[in-house]
């Protein structure tokens, strides 16, 4: 009998073996993720607006399309030089940043800021504007949204190595525009 179902194993399999290689396309799973808790940890060596909420923006869009975004949770705690993008006194350099938190705000996002890295770069409480909330610490903060079940996102590890599209990739391996 375990000789019959081998041989059966081996029949229905054997087409998938054959067909696999190379060549063969990935397959796209769009199976739905459930509600997701997450905590971003921004602390950027650049005050970089666009480029520290473009993860939050990209996960939201991801939320949208294969989750249910409604009943998800975004909580960014911010300690590094992005801050310096968040406070008001420096809305002549950043003025997109007022209608950027605006819009994160508006989608249920949470802003915290540490106080200490607040202190230390020379601002106060009330220096940011209103859509984001001073905490005592990052640290403490982190903690605390981790404890609650977040899962902890840091933006800032990717933020080193810049993107390559294909195109640059091509340009400088020319061989492989003629394996397409």
Same mark, same amino acid.
């Given at each position: ?29 769009? +199976? ?5 808790? #997450?905590? @971003? ?6 005050? *970089?607006?666009?480029? /520290?909420? $473009? ?29 310096? +993008? ?5 809305? #002549?350099? @950043? ?6 938190? *605006?819009?994160?705000? /508006?989608? $249920? ?72």
């Amino acid at each position: 009998m375990s000789k019959l179902i081998a041989i059966l194993l081996v029949g229905l399999l054997s087409p998938v073996l054959v067909h696999a290689g190379p060549d063969t396309p990935s397959k796209f799973d769009p +199976t739905p993720y459930a509600p997701q808790k #997450a905590l @971003y940890d921004f602390n950027f060596a650049e005050p *970089k607006p666009r480029q /520290s909420f $473009g993860y939050v923006l990209n996960h939201i869009k991801a939320l949208k399309e294969f989750s249910d975004f409604d009943k998800s949770q975004i909580v960014i705690v911010a300690h590094g030089n992005e801050l310096h +993008t968040m406070a008001r006194k420096n809305r #002549a350099i @950043y003025p997109e940043m007022y209608d950027a938190l *605006k819009e994160l705000n /508006s989608l $249920g996002v949470k802003i915290r800021i540490c106080r200490n890295a607040a202190r230390s770069r020379g601002y106060g409480p009330e220096d940011f504007y209103e859509f984001a909330t001073v905490v005592p610490a990052a640290v403490i903060e982190i903690a605390k949204w981790q404890n609650e079940g977040f899962s902890y996102m840091y933006p800032a590890a990717a933020s080193t190595n810049p993107r390559i599209t294909r195109e640059q990739l091509v340009e400088k391996y020319p061989e492989l525009e003629m394996a397409d």
